[in-house]
């Protein structure tokens, strides 16, 4: 979850699911309230930022603290996406109203392995993410090092511009 509205939503989700087993994968970093967070984090994906256009030059899809890379200098759709599962289990139409087929220049930003993430992004996007494994130190070096910055995620979704 990135913010604390989220994390009552995945709480709720946890201790209302009767069929499914559920991880709350928490940071120990200090984030801020997202504005525009809110109880849509229940159907697992959500814009959190709207593109001022009709069809967002690209869309950034991104979980937990990564939310917090956003944008600059182009008009995207940042969408939180805090548990893939739940928003497979949306209607069709809730999906392509988050995600729809007329933008395909998709960034997903996700400080962890890759996995899963190629389904919402396509052939035409990119994802950001672990490549690698064992480091230790401060968040803020962490980021920086394996690419998790604001301007490497801008300069990823100019790429696929």
Not at 31 to 58: C, F, H, N, R, T
Not at 60 to 74: Q, R, T
Not at 83 to 88: G, I, Y
Request: charged share 25%; aromatic share 8%; glycine share 8%.
């Amino acid at each position: 979850p990135c913010d604390r509205t989220e994390t009552a939503a995945a709480w709720y989700r946890a201790v209302t699911s009767k069929d499914q087993p559920t991880a709350l994968v928490l940071t120990r970093q200090n984030l801020s309230q997202m504005q525009g967070s809110s109880k849509e984090a229940l159907k697992g994906g959500y814009i959190l930022e709207d593109s001022k256009k009709e069809v967002p030059d690209a869309i950034i899809i991104a979980s937990g603290s990564e939310v917090e890379l956003a944008k600059d200098g182009v008009d995207v759709r940042v969408v939180s996406m805090p548990s893939m599962e739940a928003f497979e289990e949306q209607t069709a139409e809730y999906k392509e109203s988050v995600l729809p087929k007329a933008c395909r220049k998709r960034v997903a930003v996700e400080a962890l392995s890759d996995f899963g993430w190629y389904r919402y992004v396509g052939l035409d996007g990119k994802v950001v993410s672990m490549t690698g494994f064992g480091a230790s130190g401060p968040a803020a070096s962490l980021f920086e090092k394996f690419g998790f910055t604001t301007e490497n995620v801008v300069a990823t979704v100019k790429s696929v511009l």
